[in-house]
């Protein structure tokens, strides 16, 4: 029985010492692959940037500016890496985030708007990453726990798309600073239901085609610029009043009657009387 007994002793003695040295005892080591999503969502990586309560950048690659830290973004706001971003045409979209792998985790969903582009670092990493505002990264915190949760780092988080909602907001168009009468470019913003775009056209005023020989129903599709500013260079003068009709990413259609009225300043913000539904 005593060799036996030894026998068993070492055994158990070389499992403990591999077991010890496996990364199933290092947390900072869990592996996104094997966390398991509930039902309807999907995994992805989480880090955050900018000030701790702020939002991100005051600006970014989806040109909203200012706009990402006041209502209705009010900071809640992400980078996304190419899957999220789409060279652009992700800006406006919005997604709900979770987590549940760190003790200061909530479990509650927090919507957030990509604003912006994350193209390297650890966005890199996973096949969706959302790089979330300090305020967004902290909201999936249990209460008085944000703080902890952002020393984290980066965690494995899980998303799904969802409709955005702006109550009382209607789509804005702010023109391009670099605008002119034969150059056109705007941007675009809090667009509801899918949130980004796939298409955008420009009809001129009525007049204007009479003077340029075309049909007064004649809609010219603008090109996508940068972010969320599309563009047209006409190489002839424009003739304001525009009507804008947008077409959201699912193929959702929303015509904007005199969008930009006449005598339009680059610079300027026109707010619509209308939005996609919901």
Known sequence: MAPSLSLLTSFLLAFFIVMHSCSCFNPKLLNYSTTVPSSGWSPAGATWYGDADGAGSIGGACGYRDAVGVPPFSSLVAAGNGF???SGK???ACYQVKCTVNDACSGEPV???????CPGGPCLDENVHFDLSGTAFGKMAKSGMAGQLRNAGKIPIEYTRVECSYPGTNIAFRIDAGSNPQYFAVLIEFEEGDGDLSAVELKQAPAAAARTSTSADNWVPM?????????????????????LRLTSSSGKTL????AIPAGWGAGTTYRSLVNFST
């Open 223 to 243: 090109q996508q610029s940068w972010g969320a500013v599309w563009k047209l260079n006409s190489g002839t003068d424009l003739h304001a009043p525009f009507s």
């Open 90 to 92: 992700g800006c406006g």
């Open 84 to 86: 999220l971003y789409k």
């Open 255 to 258: 015509l904007v009657n005199n």
């Open 111 to 117: 919507t957030v708007v990509i604003t912006d582009e």
